[in-house]
């Protein structure tokens, strides 16, 4: 049992008991039983733990490990080179974007780092470039191929990895998987208490480390996988089929098609990856064609004209956007996207007018992993430079914050609410909500429970 004293629920100052990992009572003036452990609130506001509804958490893990090769920390060939051979055995490098040194291929990482086993993840996430040591290593000098994998005229691989993750990590093996647990603690400190994997086909390896991480504790957090077989994995729930579409390797209509209704025939719905115009409008034609199942949505929606969300809304569909993006990639939307796709880019507010229901991810390790960035970027719409990006878009603080407090398996939903028999996912802020909302940001995060325990806090609760 646990008391939390002089709370702020729905601006009313209250006492709030947890027993069994659930709210039981809810009142003023609640004394402390024996023994029970009291959290002081004082005034701060209490709130459903946020639900993260789209990340990759291996990939948010391996991150921590690997060489930043992208802007701010490398800016240019110079730098990453240096990055890159400062580091001993098979490097792992992610958040590469062009800017830096152009398209990377074996060639030219070759010439960064030579004789070195290099791999390096592009920002999209969608691309890997490998060295020619790196290629080796893989055996894809030695007939190991698999559809994806780039080569020139003569058969000979480039390097470039189009949408291998999954392959690469069971090619890789069991003993490059990272340690889950710093994500599992960076999360509960920011009040996180559940997540949306949202990597696709996640495989054997990586469905037994997710499992041993939730069922050790490493990742406290509920979790919710994209990726994993219908039924789930040793107590792991599968939420609706991730399906990515890439604009450069569309399947035939029909094709497409036919999966949708292969997945919704086993009674699950489908999560598809669009970030492009084309993506989206092939992706509506193809849910329209299979006819949509509740539960069905779209992930990203990066680029969202009037038409197409009228489409979504027709459709009945969700969507899971990515507001940090304004924040952290902003500045280069507002230079490389196209001026006619500018004013739709990851919108909120449009959205929600139609009808949509909406709720967002960080996208980490590709976007930053900090979801109250993502808020306060979904009410002011600034990019990290101070350019607006989508004023139109802007949500109040209040539908911000419910972008990541509706249910794990409908987002944008009813958000929770604190409420007796809830469940006790709680995120308690060291200010009220009048004062948080100026600045939505992590700092105000003082503890965090999952099913009633104390995950993380900033001081020990005291006893009774
Ligand atoms: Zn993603």
Known sequence: M?????????????????????????????AARPGEAVVEARGGALLPGLHD???????????????????????????????LRARPGFVRGVGYHESVAGALDRTSLDRLAPGRAVRIQHRS??????????????GLDAGADAPGV?????????????????????RLGTEALPDLAPVGEQLTRYGVTGVTDATPDLGPAALDALAAAAEGGALPQRLLLLGAPAGGHRGLAAGPRKLVLDERALPALPELVER???????????????????ELAFAL???EEAGPLPGDRIEHASVAPPELVGWIARLGLGVVTQPG???????DYLRDVE???????YRCAGFAAAGVALGAGSDAPFGAGDPWLAIQAAVDRRTAAGATLGAGEALSPEAALALFTTSPEAPGGAPRRIAPGARADLCLLDRPWAKARERLASEAVVATLGAGRVLWSRTEPGAG
């Open 53 to 83: 509804h789209h990340l990759h958490l291996l990939a948010w893990a391996a991150s921590l490990a690997s060489v930043p090769c992208g802007p701010p920390a490398v800016r240019d060939a110079q730098a990453l080179g240096a990055a």
């Open 339 to 345: 001026p006619r796709d500018r004013p739709w880019l």
């Open 260 to 278: 949708l209704r292969a997945v919704h025939a086993a009674g699950r719905a489908v999560a598809l990856h669009c970030v492009t115009r084309a």
């Open 285 to 287: 034609a193809a849910l």
């Open 150 to 170: 780039e080569r020139d005229g003569s058969g000979r691989t480039t390097g470039r990895l189009f949408r291998l993750d999954a392959w690469l990590r069971e």
């Open 125 to 138: 996430g969608s691309l890997w470039m490998l060295s020619s040591e790196a290629c080796r290593t893989l």
């Open 325 to 331: 993006f304004v924040r952290t990639r902003g500045d």
């Open 2 to 30: 646990l008391l939390i004293r002089d709370a702020e629920l729905d601006g009313v100052r209250a006492d709030v008991r947890i027993d069994g990992g659930r709210v039981c009572a809810i009142g003023s003036g609640l």
